[in-house]
Nanobody, 124 residues
Framework: QVQLVESGGGLVQTGGSLRLSCAASGRTFGSYTMGWFRQAPGKEREFVAAISRSGASTSYADSVKGRFTISRDNAKNTVYLQMDILKPEDTAVYYC?????????????????WGQGTQVTVSS
């Protein structure tokens, strides 16, 4: 079992930055691929970014490539999402997730554990 707790969301103006954190419980954090997803009102949950167990490989949605950076610190059981040059269309609830059996995946159903989400609102 892995418990995930996100933090760092908030209200920011267009062009601003936020850094999301996701703290994981347990001693096996390094055995999970970690991902960030987001869900805006009335829309399906969508993939944002993922990072491999070691942190050596990453994957990004085209909509955030070049603006967002995913990273992890296995010693601290934490994954991060640095979000720069934020746009109003980035407004959503952001979720972190852990996948125990898959490599980098963009599909929500391949992730086994989810956090409760943190709201990010970008004002125009």
């Amino acid at each position: 079992q892995v418990q995930l707790v996100e933090s760092g969301g908030g209200l920011v103006q267009t062009g601003g930055s936020l850094r999301l954190s996701c703290a994981a419980s347990g001693r096996t954090f390094g055995s999970y691929t970690m991902g960030w997803f987001r869900q805006a009102p009335g829309k399906e949950r969508e993939f944002v970014a993922a990072i491999s167990r070691s942190g050596a490989s990453t994957s990004y949605a085209d909509s955030v490539k070049g603006r967002f950076t995913i990273s992890r610190d296995n010693a601290k059981n934490t994954v991060y999402l640095q979000m720069d040059i934020l746009k109003p269309e980035d407004t959503a609830v952001y979720y972190c997730a852990a996948a125990g059996r898959w490599g980098l995946s963009t599909t929500p159903d391949r992730y086994d554990y989810w956090g409760q989400g943190t709201q990010v609102t970008v004002s125009s």
